[in-house]
């Protein structure tokens, strides 16, 4: 079964420190893996997106990893603003139908204290 | 600058009226879709379309229906709303790869008393 996993659930940081949020994903066959910003109430921002062949990409003070033999990936906040406080969700595509689809982790709540 | 609009933004309905949710995207996109979205969970789909006069049931069952008459506009209805449709509905597009360019609106929260 195709799925997404996040870990943590759930995480509070003080403003400026760094953070590593975790997707662990068993999709197959692996075509992309994309990491959203959503803030309360509003719909996902896309942050990065990777294909097979990238292992990182950065987005300012987003950088996202990808290890498509473990099948792991991470997203790591530099210097984190209270801005940054959101549901941060990983995206998984297949290759395996022509809608590309998409399965969705539950995302980690980052709540970012002054 | 947000391409793909959606109406209302939030909505507090009576059980049993009938309800449209707008969605249109100005980025010529063929792939559009509906997700609906309940706290803390995952997106689920619900409807998508290929292109005009193709739409699709997605994952979740869902009572509502939708349309695409327009490329840029794929509007969701519910005939009757009832309190199980309490929900964040969010529409997406995608370019035809849907690799890249799969960009969402800001939802629409639906309340129905």
């Known amino acids: 079964k195709n799925q997404v996993e996040q870990s943590p659930q759930s995480l509070i940081i003080l403003e400026g420190k760094n953070c590593t949020l975790q997707?662990?994903?068993?999709?197959?066959?692996?075509?992309?893996l994309r990491w959203y910003k959503q803030d309360t109430g509003r719909g996902p921002v896309s942050l990065t997106i990777?294909?097979?062949?990238?292992n990182t990409k950065s987005n300012g003070r987003y950088t996202a990893t990808l290890d498509a033999d473990t099948k792991q990936s991470s997203l790591h906040i530099t210097a984190s603003q209270l801005s940054d406080s959101a549901s941060y969700i990983c995206v998984v595509s297949d290759r395996g139908s022509t809608l590309g689809r998409l399965y969705f982790g539950r995302g980690t709540q980052l709540t970012v204290w002054p | 600058e947000a391409d793909i609009y959606q109406t209302p933004r939030y909505l507090v309905i009576g059980t049993g009226k009938k309800i449209t949710l707008e969605c249109s995207q100005t980025m010529g996109h063929d792939k559009m879709y509906w997700y609906q979205q309940d706290p803390g969970m995952e997106l689920h789909l619900i409807h998508y379309s290929y292109g005009v006069n193709s739409t699709e049931k997605g994952d979740l069952s869902s009572e509502s229906t939708v349309s695409r008459i327009r490329t840029e506009h794929f509007p969701l209805t519910l005939e009757s709303a009832r309190p199980s449709h309490t929900s964040q509905y969010l529409c997406?597009?995608?370019?035809?790869?849907?690799?890249?360019?799969?960009?969402f609106g800001s939802g629409t929260r639906l309340t129905v008393v």
């Open positions: 997406a597009s995608s370019d035809q790869g849907g690799n890249y360019g799969y960009t």
């Open positions: 990777m294909t097979f062949s990238e």
């Open positions: 997707c662990n994903y068993t999709v197959s066959p692996f075509s992309n």
